[in-house]
């Protein structure tokens, strides 16, 4: 093979969640962004929606217990 890797031999392994951090940089500040600014902004308009209910009660009893399933977006957003 002629490249700037020689892989290893055996299958690829996935990391876990816990293996790696990004801390700055690119990935990092946008890590950080989501941590700090997008999902508290995503989980509050779930709360609004009414779409987090809709996942707690598939979590319990299973997609027959949910409402009709909205578009993703809404007017508001």
């Known amino acids: 093979m002629i490249g700037p890797v ?17 801390r700055g940089g690119f990935w990092g500040e946008r890590q950080e962004r989501n941590a700090e600014a997008t999902t508290p902004h995503v ?9 987090l209910g809709d996942f707690h009660l598939w979590a319990n009893r299973g997609p027959a217990s ?12």
Request: glycine share 8%; aromatic share 6%.
């Open 66 to 77: 949910m409402r009709v399933w909205l578009p993703v977006t809404s007017q508001a957003e």
């Open 6 to 22: 020689l892989p290893s031999a055996g299958a690829p392994r996935p990391l876990g969640v816990d293996a790696v951090r990004l």
């Open 43 to 51: 989980h509050r308009w779930l709360e609004e929606t009414g779409r």
